[in-house]
């Protein structure tokens, strides 16, 4: 049975086992409160029919959406799992809803590996805050789209006043994610009982998905051969990163079991994808709100070596198909902040794999140095794509520019003009180098002075 289909089998289960009780079901009408922000709530509710809005009142009065909820989903999340029972929004109905509810009272029915409610439900809240996260990424692309239309008609003069507010909504629904990204975190860590089990998890949980496409296979390869497993099984723990100790310990077992491994290494790493992406979304709106403004915190010893690692981390996915080739030299720490950092090289080189994406049948390279002299640290992030016309070199670092090579678009918008900005507030400059052949674009960051660790 595939993952979708085990989660699917197990939400049947859960439903059939603790919901199915008619004398626990509620009609909500239209516009009625069924949790209150501050309130106590001791159940979880599943909703059966309709659709719910969940919002968080700030102590200045203003009302934040935090999540849309509808059929098949569970509300009441954090309040029920949690020992104060306390609620952290208030969720109203938008249409007419049925649900049905447990409440903390309720008896668990073990299976073999799960013996507490928050080990059976826990796969599937955290597959409904991925969802939770899935919409929140589409409210804020929108309300990125809004703002850049907004700046398409002010100068750079006003932008910083312009996104504050955009920055300060995106703000408030990753700072929810972010806290019940490891609120969930703690509490399925804290429920594990077995020591294997808590292992795995937590090696996901720490070291993430460490391996690309090509190292898997490798890694696939190798352990089907050493434990005569299916390729399958073998490609599934391949991705993992567990050693021949953990391995070794499933004995005979490892085939009919790899599966289970595999799920409890992805459950972590998945939360590891979850806290490494809402706090870079936090590092991306402070630079947002931070065009017009210089208050962003800035601490000794800074490895930008290491902010072009957790850039290229944050993008695996999409360099999936890119030949990365790094050459990283040692270079001198700086006082600096990390986020400003990562941002920098995540929209470069996102750039970089916008340019080469739409060439069929090409092998795409994408070059990322660093090296330094007496007076400076050097990258270099280099794609293989169609270049950038000449003409457009000159207008790549303002707001919302956009290039079209034969048809197609290349985004190169507000990202660029940020970048501008944080190397322009390091004193350092930005470079283009664009032919037919492919983009180069040079950072040079002072190592002198305000930048040099002391």
Not at 116 to 129: A, G, H, R, T
Not at 142 to 166: D, F, H, N, P, V
Not at 274 to 281: D, G, Y
């Amino acid at each position: 049975m595939t993952e979708t289909g085990q989660q699917k089998s197990h939400f049947e289960w859960l439903v059939k086992t603790y919901f199915s009780d008619p004398s626990r079901r509620l009609s909500v009408k239209k516009d009625e409160i069924i949790i209150r922000q501050g309130h106590y709530n001791n159940r979880l509710y599943l909703i059966l029919e309709g659709e719910f809005q969940g919002y968080i009142q700030t102590e200045t009065g203003i009302q934040k959406d935090s999540l849309r909820a509808g059929a098949n989903n569970f509300i009441g999340v954090q309040s029920f799992f949690s020992k104060t029972f306390i609620s952290m929004a208030t969720m109203k109905a938008l249409t007419d809803c049925e649900v049905a509810y447990i409440d903390r009272n309720q008896a668990v029915v073990p299976t073999d590996f799960m013996t507490s409610l928050e080990q059976q439900f826990m796969p599937i809240v955290v597959e409904d805050l991925m969802r939770r996260s899935n919409k929140m990424t589409e409210l804020n692309q929108e309300r990125g789209q809004a703002l850049t239309k907004l700046i398409e008609t002010e100068k750079m003069a006003s932008l910083g006043q312009l996104a504050a507010g955009i920055a300060h909504e995106l703000n408030n629904a990753i700072a929810v994610l972010a806290r019940n990204t490891h609120w969930l975190m703690e509490r399925y860590n804290a429920a594990i009982k077995n020591k294997m089990t808590h292992t795995i998890f937590n090696i996901g949980l720490m070291q993430g998905r460490i391996y690309s496409s090509r190292e898997v296979r490798e890694r696939g390869k190798m352990i089907a051969e050493k434990y005569s497993l299916s390729k399958e099984k073998a490609i599934l723990l391949g991705q993992t990163g567990l050693d021949d100790e953990i391995l070794k310990s499933y004995k005979n077992r490892l085939e009919e079991k790899a599966e289970e491994i595999y799920n409890l290494w992805e459950l972590g790493a998945t939360f590891n994808d979850m806290l490494i992406a809402s706090e870079q979304s936090t590092h991306v709106v402070n630079s947002i709100r931070a065009l017009g403004a210089k208050h962003t915190a800035r601490i000794p010893g800074l490895d930008i070596n290491e902010s072009i690692n957790n850039a290229l981390a944050l993008l695996r996915s999409k360099l999936s198909s890119v030949h990365v080739q790094l050459k990283l030299r040692k270079v001198p720490a700086i006082i600096g902040n990390m986020g400003e950092f990562v941002q920098i090289w995540v929209n470069l080189i996102n750039n970089a794999c916008e340019a080469m994406c739409h060439l069929v049948n090409h092998n795409h390279k994408l070059n990322i140095s660093s090296s330094a002299t007496s007076a400076n640290i050097i990258v270099k992030v280099k794609d293989n794509g169609l270049g950038i016309p000449q003409k457009s070199i000159d207008a790549i670092f303002q707001p919302n520019f956009t290039t079209k090579i034969h048809g197609m678009s290349f985004g190169l918008g507000l990202g660029l003009s940020i970048v501008k900005r944080i190397v322009n507030e390091y004193k350092g400059t930005i470079d283009v180098e664009s032919a037919r052949t492919g983009t180069t674009f040079i950072v040079k960051i002072p190592v002198g002075g305000e930048n040099e660790e002391t």
